[in-house]
């Protein structure tokens, strides 16, 4: 009776764990990646945001310097300040974060 009542459970807990994925797939947001070049004006101190002064991103925004959150401490392992970069941002509606970007060489 008791194994029988822990394989119920068991059923129970399995099929909730299904219910959450499928709940969590429904609350995916669309995303979206732009690319980029601009030139870097600032870093944080943890490497984990990035004040960029950015051309025009097609279909994205007008050319401005703003700060970019990095989608993790790797991305801008590598950038300093002053370095003119071509960069990817990842864009859902909730958030955009930097996911890569690397130092080029060419003039403006
Ligand atoms: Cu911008």
Redesign the pocket.
Same mark, same amino acid.
């Not at 994205?60 to 703003?66: C, D, L, N, P, R």
């Given at each position: 009776m008791v194994l029988l009542l822990s394989g119920a459970m068991l059923t129970i807990i399995t099929i909730q764990g299904a219910a959450q994925t499928e709940k969590d797939q429904s609350l995916k947001e669309p995303l979206k990646y732009y690319c980029g070049k601009g030139e870097v004006v600032s870093l944080d101190e943890d490497r984990m945001a990035a004040a !960029?002064k950015?051309e025009r !991103?097609e279909g994205? @925004?007008?050319? @401005?310097? @703003?700060r970019f959150k990095a989608e993790d401490s790797h991305v801008l392992k590598d950038i300093s300040p002053g370095d003119r970069v071509r960069f990817t941002l990842k864009d859902t509606p909730s958030r955009t974060r930097l996911v890569y970007i690397e130092r080029i060489d060419e003039k403006k």
């Open positions: !960029i950015h !991103i994205f @925004m007008e050319a @401005m310097t @703003m």
